[in-house]
């Protein structure tokens, strides 16, 4: 434990750095947010948040970090670091980064993405290349797009036809509608003991597409609703156990083609954003390769990462458990970038 103390755990204070500061502080790590100024009141309302550094907005991050190297911080990247940062940024980072800096180039490519997922013989939507091909509804979705935002849905090729002429963003893919029950799995992969966990799982409550079912469809005809897909939250789930070895299997083999295909591949949080269909098949329509905002529900552990642990498990608070790890084993630089 003395050796840990030496390390602080710090991120950026947004998304789940609540989760992963509180999972810090159970673990015996002092702690640091990254705060723009009027997030400081929030962010001082918890006693297992030891310091913060303020600064005007998301951007003026590198006027910190020297600070942050100074402090003996490890960073632990989150969603709103490549939407408010850039990928640029998070990649010229110099203070110790949790995770493999690599992986962002992958993630960040829908084209790349379906490759490793193909290659981990892990099923995804078909993709049209030409409007022409277009024989099912489908999700049109931009490079960038975050919590749901950036994408359309059309339900043949002349609605297709009709909705790219306003559609701006570039590059973009264009994706078979999958219908089915979104669920989003929640992994945890250890370099130190090569081992793969299922820590939660959550599925998400989009506005509108969740709440079509409100308003009968007969109700809706002539009201020109269309559907949209911007997460307001998260709530939780179990999974079919007949499911859940398919689940781990998924996860197994993301892993291993991550270690064929990008130096060191894959560790610690990443998540499978599945649709499991009426013949309960899932469909893998992305991987975020970090913690994400449905964990958040888990800051307590789950019933899942109750199996592994008898105490409360939350992703942040198992990031925060593998670097106390690392340390006692003399192994930081193999977890850190
Ligand atoms: P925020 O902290 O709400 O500003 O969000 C930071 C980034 O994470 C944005 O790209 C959001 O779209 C994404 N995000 C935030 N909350 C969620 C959530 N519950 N589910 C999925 N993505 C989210
Ligand atoms: P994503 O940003 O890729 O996680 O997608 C946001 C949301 O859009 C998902 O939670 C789904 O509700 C929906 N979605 C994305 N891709 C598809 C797809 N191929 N089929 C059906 N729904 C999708």
């Given at each position: 434990?003395?050796?840990?103390?030496?390390?602080?755990?710090?991120?950026?204070?947004?998304?789940?750095?609540?989760?992963?500061?509180?999972?810090?502080?159970?673990?015996?790590?002092?702690?640091?947010?990254?705060?723009?100024?009027?997030?400081?009141?929030?962010?001082?309302?918890?006693?297992?948040?030891?310091?913060?550094?303020?600064?005007?907005?998301?951007?003026?991050?590198?006027?910190?970090?020297?600070?942050?190297?100074?402090?003996?911080?490890?960073?632990?990247?989150?969603?709103?670091?490549?939407?408010?940062?850039?990928?640029?940024?998070?990649?010229?980072?110099?203070?110790?980064?949790?995770?493999?800096?690599?992986?962002?180039?992958?993630?960040?490519?829908?084209?790349?993405?379906?490759?490793?997922?193909?290659?981990?013989?892990?099923?995804?939507?078909?993709?049209?290349?030409?409007?022409?091909?277009?024989?099912?509804?489908?999700?049109?979705?931009?490079?960038?797009?975050?919590?749901?935002?950036?994408?359309?849905?059309?339900?043949?090729?002349?609605?297709?036809?009709?909705?790219?002429?306003?559609?701006?963003?570039?590059?973009?893919?264009?994706?078979?509608?999958?219908?089915?029950?979104?669920?989003?799995?929640?992994?945890?992969?250890?370099?130190?003991?090569?081992?793969?966990?299922?820590?939660?799982?959550?599925?998400?409550?989009?506005?509108?597409?969740?709440?079509?079912?409100?308003?009968?469809?007969?109700?809706?005809?002539?009201?020109?609703?269309?559907?949209?897909?911007?997460?307001?939250?998260?709530?939780?789930?179990?999974?079919?156990?007949?499911?859940?070895?398919?689940?781990?299997?998924?996860?197994?083999?993301?892993?291993?083609?991550?270690?064929?295909?990008?130096?060191?591949?894959?560790?610690?949080?990443?998540?499978?954003?599945?649709?499991?269909?009426?013949?309960?098949?899932?469909s893998i329509i992305e991987i975020s390769c970090r913690i994400v905002a449905g964990t958040n529900l888990f800051v307590d552990g789950s019933s899942?990462?109750?199996?592994?642990?008898?105490?409360?498990?939350?992703?942040?608070?198992?990031?925060?458990?593998?670097?106390?790890?690392?340390?006692?084993?003399?192994?930081?630089?193999?977890?850190?970038?």
């Amino acid at each position: 434990m003395a050796g840990s103390l030496k390390y602080k755990i710090a991120t950026l204070g947004s998304h789940s750095a609540l989760q992963i500061l509180k999972g810090a502080k159970d673990e015996g790590f002092e702690t640091i947010v990254v705060a723009t100024f009027d997030r400081e009141s929030l962010y001082k309302r918890f006693s297992f948040i030891d310091k913060i550094l303020k600064i005007p907005t998301f951007s003026d991050f590198p006027e910190i970090e020297n600070q942050l190297i100074a402090l003996k911080a490890i960073i632990i990247p989150h969603g709103s670091f490549v939407a408010y940062l850039g990928i640029n940024a998070n990649q010229k980072m110099k203070v110790s980064y949790f995770g493999n800096k690599k992986i962002l180039n992958w993630e960040s490519d829908r084209l790349k993405q379906r490759e490793w997922m193909q290659k981990a013989d892990v099923p995804v939507p078909r993709r049209f290349i030409k409007a022409s091909e277009i024989d099912v509804p489908v999700m049109v979705k931009s490079y960038g797009a975050a919590g749901g935002h950036g994408y359309f849905f059309a339900k043949n090729k002349k609605e297709f036809r009709e909705r790219i002429k306003n559609f701006k963003a570039r590059p973009y893919i264009i994706q078979e509608y999958v219908i089915g029950v979104p669920l989003y799995i929640h992994y945890f992969y250890s370099p130190l003991s090569n081992k793969l966990e299922i820590l939660s799982m959550d599925k998400r409550y989009e506005t509108n597409v969740d709440s079509l079912g409100r308003i009968p469809s007969q109700n809706q005809q002539g009201l020109g609703i269309e559907p949209s897909f911007v997460v307001v939250g998260n709530s939780p789930l179990t999974l079919r156990e007949s499911l859940l070895a398919e689940a781990y299997d998924m996860g197994e083999r993301v892993i291993q083609t991550s270690k064929k295909l990008i130096r060191d591949g894959l560790w610690g949080p990443f998540c499978l954003e599945t649709i499991i269909t009426p013949e309960q098949k899932f469909s893998i329509i992305e991987i975020s390769c970090r913690i994400v905002a449905g964990t958040n529900l888990f800051v307590d552990g789950s019933s899942y990462s109750s199996f592994y642990y008898d105490k409360p498990v939350s992703t942040g608070r198992r990031i925060a458990m593998e670097i106390k790890e690392a340390i006692k084993k003399n192994r930081l630089s193999e977890i850190l970038n």
